[in-house]
């Protein structure tokens, strides 16, 4: 199950030419497919993303060349793709000047985003980038059952994401898809050796239930 991680939760594209004209238009498309998914958290980083890329292909490649921009939800990364036809102007992470005014794109790529590379086709190259949602500690004490399960979570998809609870949408959204397979796959081992499903979540619901009750009396 761990496929359900990498396999895109949501996903958008849109194909245009590479003039200069067009970048503000992408970055208001990006920013409304961010606020429409609730990732209103990642858009200025995104949009500045998105400017990057698109001006290094004007820059290498060619005003006016025919390029793909593609946005997608992939786990706890929402993953930024920029496609061009030159598979031989590649990208690269220079050091430029204070007096220069060029050569910073992918410096400013590298330094917003966790991680990013280029991707190789036969007539074609994808440059792309991702944003990472942030974790934060958890409120109170995790407890062992917590602990135990994000065990068990980290072995169906990116273990980091499980590690400690999160705020965002996004990192909700990919632990929802998580916890879903367990599920399911736990339902259909109990159906296979003969168990009641129903009663079984019937039972740990009263179980968990208990234990919620037992901890607000202890506090």
């Not at 736990?186 to 168990?195: A, P």
């Amino acid at each position: 199950m761990a496929e359900s991680i990498n396999t895109p939760l949501a996903s958008w594209g849109f194909p245009f030419l590479a003039e200069p004209e067009e970048v503000a238009g992408l970055r208001r498309l990006v920013r409304t497919r961010l606020n429409d998914w609730g990732l209103q958290e990642f858009s200025d980083s995104a949009q500045l993303c998105v400017s990057e890329l698109v001006s290094n292909v004007i820059t290498h490649v060619g005003r006016g060349t025919p390029a793909g921009l593609t946005v997608s939800l992939r786990g706890a990364r929402l993953r930024i793709e920029l496609r061009d036809p030159d598979a031989r102007a590649l990208p690269a992470l220079v050091e430029a000047r204070d007096d220069e005014e060029n050569g910073r794109g992918m410096a400013l790529v590298d330094a917003l985003t966790d991680r990013w590379g280029v991707e190789l086709h036969e007539d074609s190259k994808v440059t792309w980038c991702e944003l990472v949602a942030a974790p934060v500690p958890p409120e109170g004490q995790a407890g062992a059952r917590v602990t135990r399960a994000a065990k068990v979570l980290s072995s169906y998809g990116d273990g980091e994401l499980f590690s400690t609870s999160r705020r965002s949408r996004l990192g909700a959204m990919a632990a929802e898809v998580a916890v879903i397979d367990v599920i399911a796959d736990l339902l259909h081992w109990l159906q296979t050796h003969g168990h009641d499903t129903d009663e079984v979540l019937d039972r740990a619901q009263t179980h968990f239930e208990a234990e919620l009750d037992a901890a607000r009396v202890t506090r």
